[in-house]
């Protein structure tokens, strides 16, 4: 491609919208375009590195058994209902009519259409397993769209859906595609981390989120350095304090005016936070959105509630449930804020974490202005509907299966995957008939890979103050050639030949042969990511061009001959990805 020629408007300024590097880097390539909140569009080179991801997911998929179809964005509510999703997937669902008032929605995912398909074409045993899947546009209306491509509202995911007559072949579909997805990130030239990961809206029972390493990323991960225990910090277990031998003391009501913090009371009356409770007021809704009940939840005062357990423990969608007005919430439970304990507590779902019951005397708000619980013991003083693990895995503390001290670090999610059992084949109705004739739920999987959001997370992973740095494996092109003067004949013959020789030999190349200045060249094909830059000026007379890897802060002087055998050789090594710098 020539540059002259070419359609690229890159931006001097910084987008004030933009806050991370790939953001930034993104729009001011000219590589994406805001069209509105949360949606995107692709120009020449966005487009290009995005079908690059597109292709390796495709190669890795089909060489992992996947068989590639296209469904549409827009589905029929039915589908919907009959999965129990309508409901359950809440706001995020973008939800529409047609002009008859019938519900449609915008596809977020493809479980129902998947299902939909296989309970028409699957009747027996012989037609499993299988794996179909689709690279697609999708749709949800996030509440917070932001950071370009990393949370957008409409984007690209790759989903795949595998179909087994049983559990055991479930396994060996979910372990074929974990690795497909290990081969693919790394293609993509991502440093990632494979966690077990909580199953959310989608069901079922065992996943694990593939995780790009980024300070900018969004998922919280807590891992261990002694053995594997890798998790999101939302599903990471917690161990319980062991349990207290302590006599249980008389429970004595105390004045403590004004502490309406657990830091506030614990240091009003002289004890560790460990020794106090502290409680969370919830107020849940019905699928009218009418509300329906509150909950309180009760962990150790020095504790985090951990709001995705609290909603599992609960069987409830997230966004059925909300922080409760406390002042509104006091007639109809007792409840007091700033001073809510469980004892005096009525009229609501209790919901204490597993270490509590374990613990003795310890204080508690007593349900009264100004006035707090000691000695509060539970079985004693007050019981709970649930008794479960709904605290947050702190940082430092121990790791649930070696015991060691666990480490926290930040990542971007840039693909899941799921073993959804017979969730939707039960719902649904997707039987297949085995050898005697008798009919059983097919067994799913399901996997998604965020392909706009890996295009976001690789320019994380791969830039510097100056542009993109893109891996060979998904550059929109391998090879810049800057043409120092055009209207230079020597310089643009000599230009003019490596490209080409390059394009014969199946390297992709820019040649930059815009009557602009050499800084601005420079400037831009940086700013590019181009991994490899041939500069041809005044050597060129003599058969020579200067020699540069994006990545890399030395140029070399070599022949024309060497630059393009060097260039060859380095695309040839790199193309497939996974070579690390
Ligand atoms: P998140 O927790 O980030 O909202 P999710 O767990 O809801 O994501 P999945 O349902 O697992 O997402 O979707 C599969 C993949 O699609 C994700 O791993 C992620 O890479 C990508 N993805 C999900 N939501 C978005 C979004 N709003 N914008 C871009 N990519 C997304
Ligand atoms: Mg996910």
Not at 47 to 73: F, V
Not at 339 to 351: A, K
Request: charged share 30%; proline share 4%.
């Amino acid at each position: 491609m020539k540059l002259s020629k070419a359609h690229l408007k890159t931006l001097r300024e910084v987008p004030t919208e933009a806050e991370i590097p790939s953001h930034i880097l993104l729009l001011r390539t000219g590589m994406i375009r805001k069209l509105v909140s949360g949606v995107y569009g692709f120009m020449p080179m966005g487009r290009r590195t995005l079908a690059k991801i597109e292709n390796i997911i495709r190669e890795e998929m089909d060489a992992a058994g996947g068989q590639e179809i296209l469904m549409s964005a827009v589905q029929p509510a039915e589908l919907w209902q009959e999965s129990g999703r309508w409901y359950a997937y809440g706001p995020e669902l973008w939800r529409l009519k047609d002009r008859n008032g019938r519900d449609f929605c915008l596809g977020p995912t493809h479980e129902e259409i998947f299902t939909d398909i296989v309970r028409n074409d699957i009747s027996s045993y012989r037609q499993l397993p299988m794996n179909l899947y689709q690279i697609q546009t999708k749709y949800r209306d996030e509440a917070r769209p932001r950071f370009g491509l990393m949370r957008s509202r409409e984007f690209i995911m790759k989903d795949a859906y595998s179909f087994d007559r049983d559990e055991a072949g479930l396994d060996e579909s979910y372990r074929i595609m974990y690795e497909a997805y290990e081969k693919i990130f790394t293609r993509c030239g991502l440093v990632f981390r494979p966690v077990e990961a909580d199953s959310g809206a989608i069901g079922g029972s065992n996943s694990h989120e593939f995780t790009a390493l980024s300070e900018v990323g969004e998922s919280e991960i807590a891992y261990c350095e002694k053995c594997d225990m890798a998790a999101t910090v939302e599903r990471a277990a917690c161990t319980d304090a062991p349990a207290s031998d302590e006599e249980m003391l008389p429970l004595e009501e105390v004045y403590t005016p004004g502490t309406t913090t657990i830091d506030a009371v614990a240091e009003y009356l002289g004890l560790d936070t460990k020794q106090t409770l502290k409680a969370l007021l919830f107020v849940k809704y019905n699928e009218q959105g009418e509300e329906d009940g509150y909950v309180a939840a009760f962990v150790r005062g020095d504790r985090e509630l951990n709001m995705t357990k609290l909603v599992n423990a609960l069987d409830i969608p997230e966004h059925a449930i909300e922080f409760a007005d406390e002042e509104r919430m006091h007639e109809a439970t007792g409840c007091v804020g700033g001073f809510t304990g469980p004892v005096g507590l009525h009229d609501c779902t209790i919901v204490v974490d597993s270490e509590v019951p374990g613990l003795k005397n310890l204080c508690a708000g007593a349900c009264k202005k100004d006035h707090h619980m000691k000695n509060v013991n539970y079985g004693r003083d007050y019981e709970a509907d649930i008794v479960t693990d709904i605290k947050v895995l702190a940082e430092g503390e121990p790791c649930p299966v070696c015991g060691a001290p666990v480490k926290y670090a930040r990542g971007i999610e840039v693909g899941q995957v799921f073993k959804l059992g017979t969730k939707y084949s039960e719902s649904m109705g997707a039987y297949y008939k085995d050898e005697n004739m008798e009919n059983h739920p097919i067994v799913m999987g399901c996997y998604g890979i965020g392909v706009t959001r890996t295009m976001a997370a690789v320019v994380e992973q791969h830039h510097d103050e100056n542009g993109i740095i893109w891996p060979i494996s998904v550059a929109p092109y391998h090879v810049i050639i800057t043409l120092m003067k055009p209207e230079d004949e020597t310089q643009a013959a000599v230009a003019g030949r490596i490209y080409e020789e390059l394009r014969r030999r199946g390297v992709e190349v820019i040649l930059d042969d815009r009557k602009e200045r050499p800084g601005v060249k420079f400037k831009d094909a940086d700013l590019l990511g181009i991994p490899i830059r041939i500069t041809v000026g005044r050597g060129a007379a003599d058969g020579m061009i200067e020699y540069k890897m994006r990545r890399d802060a030395d140029r070399t002087d070599m022949t024309v001959e060497e630059g393009i055998e060097t260039a060859v050789k380095t695309v040839e090594a790199e193309r497939f990805g996974g070579v690390k710098e």
